[in-house]
């Protein structure tokens, strides 16, 4: 078992996560320690599927960010999903119609992303925006990985589009390009949650597409949309989601031709509008982006 000391090492270090099997191999590491080595594991007070953990010592006693516990794998569940994930990505188009197997996507990339912010929860406060750029570039990164091995050529990069009538351009900085015959097919933003970055991505369609003059579809893949609220011991969870803002962008502006979670909303099952705009992130690996390149 690694330690608290040798794990938060580990994550610090980004260029030790090139391949899925370093998400993979890390995430065993975490979940095998958190399974026996956490002073207090804590249910957040309004909705008793969020757990929160607590470090001991050799962590500050940090609380960690809310963990959604049907999503979260102990490892030996981790283990069995992580071990045929490769098979499954390869077989994806396959897996349409089971339900078990598309469940198991969003738990593996839940639990492999979490266990990453989790860990990185642990490093001292003066630390938090650096854990916060690390959580946010692995998670673009591991999306990377998962659409790569999907049989797809993507890069991420910074485009310089020609403003009509002008010698001026526009940069874009996108984080998933994917491209088919060289040219590209879809633009894709991968965020930890929407909080403040949500309008940059309806912006980002806009222009794009009018400056090209093209029709190229934006989708967008968030993690999450929670954190945590409240004082101890009464912690709860808190929504970062706003509802209002991203229907104003969707109906008033443009809307996006795809949003993916891994870790739903209760209001994103229930509302009508909602419903017809985000999706859990099965549905762009399982359907969705076969149809954004066809």
Known sequence: MKTLWEIMSWVSQKERFKEIEDYIEFSKYYLEFISTELQAEIVAQNEVNY??????????????????????????????????????????????????????????????????????????????NTSRKINGDLFERLMQLIIKRLGFII???????????????????????????????????????????VDKIFLDKLMYNRLTQKNTPHFAIFLHDVQRVGKEPNYKIGQTFLTGHFKAY????????????????????????????????????????WNYIS
């Open 250 to 289: 969707t109906i008033g502006l443009n809307s996006l031709d795809g949003v993916y979670y891994c870790d739903l909303r209760p209001v994103m099952k229930t509302d009508a509008l909602l419903k017809q705009h985000i999706k859990s992130l099965d549905y762009l690996l399982c359907e969705d982006i």
């Open 51 to 128: 757990h929160f953990f607590q470090y001991r010592r050799d962590g500050e006693y940090n609380i960690t960010r809310p963990v959604n516990e049907d999503l979260f794998l102990a490892l030996c569940d981790y283990e069995d999903v992580a071990r045929s994930f490769e098979e499954t990505l390869e077989n994806i188009r396959d897996i349409k119609n089971n339900e078990l197997k598309r469940k198991y996507i969003n738990d593996f990339v839940y639990t492999t992303q979490q266990s990453i912010g989790c860990a990185l929860d642990a490093l001292p406060s003066s630390k938090t």
């Open 155 to 197: 890069d991420s990069e910074i485009l310089k589009v020609k403003i009509p009538n002008s010698n001026e351009i526009m940069k874009y900085q996108n984080d998933i390009e994917i491209k088919v015959n060289g040219e590209i097919a879809a633009i894709g933003s991968v965020k930890t949650s929407s909080k403040d970055r």
